[in-house]
Nanobody, 119 residues
Framework: QEQPVESGGGSVQAGGSLKLSCVVS????????MGWFRQAPGKEQRNRVG????????EYEEPVKGRFTISKDNANETLYLQMDSLELDDTATYYC????????????WGQGTQVTVSS
């Protein structure tokens, strides 16, 4: 496949949880660095949520630290984003990315999946 494929988005109440998946099996792009970005409604910028490197090490942006967890299943070539204690500000389109290095310039982007958090 030529791009990551996300799934698992939906609507959830504040305080709830949601788990996103991203399939990269059969990919034509490198998956040494994978991660998640998000774009809030009405905003142009896509902000990094976090990344996971090939050695399993992770990094998270401050707004999601302690609430979101990135993991991957190497056997099934799938990336996950576990989102807990969701807040209204987490409402966004979430994009899966993958590339040979951890940097925006190197990523192949998925088409995104919508997450809506309501009160």
């Amino acid at each position: 496949q030529e791009q990551p494929v996300e799934s698992g988005g939906g609507s959830v109440q504040a305080g709830g949880s949601l788990k996103l998946s991203c399939v990269v099996s059969g990919s034509t792009f490198s998956t040494d660095c994978m991660g998640w970005f998000r774009q809030a409604p009405g905003k142009e910028q896509r902000n990094r949520v976090g990344i996971i490197r090939s050695d399993g090490s992770t990094e998270y942006e401050e707004p999601v630290k302690g609430r979101f967890t990135i993991s991957k299943d190497n056997a099934n070539e799938t990336l996950y984003l576990q989102m807990d204690s969701l807040e209204l500000d987490d409402t966004a389109t979430y994009y899966c990315v993958a590339g040979p290095y951890c940097g925006v310039y190197y990523y192949t982007w998925g088409q995104g999946t919508q997450v809506t958090v309501s009160s």
